[in-house]
């Protein structure tokens, strides 16, 4: 069964940097783009960052945008979050995504066909 799996999370303080990997196993998949999103206790789940394979464009929430850079691999289906300045605001679990048609709209969890079961990052002030 293919899978997304997510790595990388922990328990940081603030000001500190984290990187977040996320790799398919199990199998093959011909994708669009990755993602990642993130959820916080209590709250609805929300976009943090994409990139689409053709053209390498990538997309930011304005919330991280200049701490927050993601990258990754079409061939090899794998993308990483580089996380720096962390606030405690940055507190959730984080999930990796992968679609395999085209997005309209990158920022909509709807359209993200895979997901992983997310890693926990907590930032403490």
């Known amino acids: 069964q293919v899978k997304l799996v997510e790595s990388g999370g922990g328990f940081v303080q603030a000001g500190d940097s984290l990187t977040l ?20 206790p209590g709250k609805e789940r929300e976009f943090v960052a994409h990139i689409r394979w053709i053209g390498g464009r990538t997309g930011y929430t304005d919330s ?16 990483s979050l580089q996380m720096n300045t962390l606030q ?6 984080y999930y ?11 920022a909509d969890w ?4 895979h997901w992983g079961q997310g890693t926990q990052v907590t930032v403490s002030s």
């Not at 990997?21 to 916080?40: E, I, P």
């Open 96 to 106: 990796c995504a992968l679609r395999t048609q085209p997005a309209a709209q990158p």
């Open 64 to 79: 991280v945008k200049g701490r927050v850079t993601i990258s990754g691999d079409k061939a090899q289906n794998t993308v």
């Open 21 to 40: 990997s996320c790799a398919v196993s199990g199998g093959t998949l011909s994708s669009y783009g990755m993602a990642w999103f993130r959820q916080a």
């Open 88 to 93: 405690p605001e940055d507190t959730a679990t």
């Open 110 to 113: 709807s359209e993200w066909t």
